[in-house]
């Protein structure tokens, strides 16, 4: 099987308390049923989420938050196809932005701060690359 991998980023305002975990577990729920594995990494203003599967299945996901009105100002940084899950083992997971070591927020941000609009797809992916490759211990 075919997989691609769609990088986005999209704006949105403040969430109230618990819209967050609300949103996660209903990605997940989605996402376990679509076969869809990946990554979201969230600060105050930003998401950027990585989805990786079936081609149609990211496709139906991308398109359901295209009309999710807490994403704004949606970009697709990346789309293509892939050879193997670069998050095989998350359903979605979380990254608060503000947990991603300086090291890795120094090389893949721009003048340090969590922007991903401004990226280039490469950087991004690498940034993904680094985020696969920490310790998200507690």
């Known amino acids: 099987m075919l997989l691609t991998r769609l990088l986005y980023a999209s704006k949105h305002e403040p969430l109230a308390a618990g819209e967050l975990d609300r949103l996660l577990d209903r990605s997940r729920i989605n ?9 979201l990494v969230v600060d105050d203003h930003w998401f950027m989420q ?3 599967g079936e081609r149609s299945a990211v496709a ?13 100002e949606v970009q697709v940084i990346c789309a293509a196809d892939a ?3 670069m ?12 947990r ?7 090389r893949h941000t721009v003048n340090g701060a969590f922007e991903p609009s401004a990226l280039s797809a490469r950087s991004c992916t690498e940034l ?10 507690p």
Do not use: P, Y
């Not at 996901?61 to 999710?68: A, E, S, V, Y």
């Not at 998050?87 to 503000?98: E, G, L, R, V, Y």
């Not at 993904?128 to 211990?137: K, N, S």
């Open 31 to 39: 996402n376990l049923r679509d076969k869809i594995t990946g990554a």
């Open 128 to 137: 993904c690359r680094a985020l696969v490759d920490t310790d998200w211990g």
């Open 83 to 85: 050879n193997m899950r």
């Open 50 to 52: 990585v989805l990786e």
């Open 100 to 106: 991603i070591k300086a090291e890795i927020v120094e």
């Open 60 to 72: 139906g996901t991308f398109m359901r938050i295209m009309q999710d009105n807490r994403h704004t």
């Open 87 to 98: 998050f095989a083992d998350w359903s979605m997971h979380h990254i608060q932005a503000s």
